[in-house]
């Protein structure tokens, strides 16, 4: 049972817009439970959203594309089910092309990963242990590849994935009906998918 079940939620409020601008900008027709959660307080919800703006839907210099790699990797080192099926969604919305996606665990050695996308792949698995296994080795890497201003946005989608798995994980908040139909065709059967968190998270 969530920590958060059910909340009250006052749609005039401007988190709730702020919710409701986002997800139709990437083409849901709802808004995710984990994202209601956050309506019972409106300045927690607000500002999540704006953090989600800020990574996502401005002028961005990482492409989107790998931003919700990163997002993805980050859902599975950590062990977020709630998060790595509705990230998974919300990939398959925002990216243009899903093989990435769908070899993801294979960044290292398959041919259509560029070594940009290796070290972005490499500093979000490293960042996502705790403590962090980011290491100057991996920093001198990313610098190699992006700049200043790019590996900022690189941080941050680490960071904001990161908040949105432990708010989460630690609220237990259940899967949407839809989002469990999604799994049962596409990733009830990988190996990274924990499956006895899955059947705890369905309604």
């Given at each position: 049972m969530p920590l958060i079940e059910d909340p009250e939620?006052?749609?005039s409020?401007?988190?709730?817009?702020?919710?409701?601008?986002?997800y139709q900008n990437i083409g849901y027709?709802?808004?995710?439970n984990g994202v209601l959660a956050h309506m019972i307080v409106p300045e927690i919800g607000k500002a999540a959203l704006n953090l989600m703006f800020a990574v996502l839907e401005h002028a961005s210099r990482v492409p989107v594309d790998l931003k919700m790699l990163?997002?993805?990797?980050?859902?599975?080192?950590?062990?977020?089910t709630y998060c790595q099926t509705n990230t998974h969604e919300a990939t398959k919305n925002l990216s243009t092309d899903n093989e990435k996606l769908n070899n993801m665990w294979e960044?290292?050695?398959?041919?259509?990963?560029?070594?940009?996308?290796?070290?972005?792949l490499d500093i979000a698995?490293?960042?996502?242990?705790?403590?962090?296994?980011?290491?100057?080795?991996l920093r001198n890497n990313l610098k190699q590849y992006f700049g200043q201003a790019e590996c900022a946005e690189i941080m941050?989608?680490?960071?904001?994935?990161?908040?949105?798995?432990?708010?989460?994980?630690?609220?237990?908040?259940?899967?949407?009906?839809h989002v469990i139909s999604l799994v049962e065709k596409e990733l009830l059967g990988t190996e990274h998918l924990n499956k006895e968190k899955y059947q705890?998270?369905?309604?």
């Open positions: 939620i006052d749609k409020t401007e988190a709730y817009k702020l919710a409701e601008q986002f027709n709802y808004i995710p990163i997002a993805n990797m980050t859902s599975y080192a950590v062990g977020c960044y290292k050695t398959n041919p259509i990963f560029s070594d940009a996308e290796r070290v972005a698995l490293a960042a996502s242990a705790s403590p962090s296994a980011v290491t100057d080795e941050a989608t680490i960071s904001v994935f990161s908040y949105f798995q432990k708010w989460n994980d630690t609220n237990g908040t259940q899967l949407e009906d705890i998270l369905k309604p």
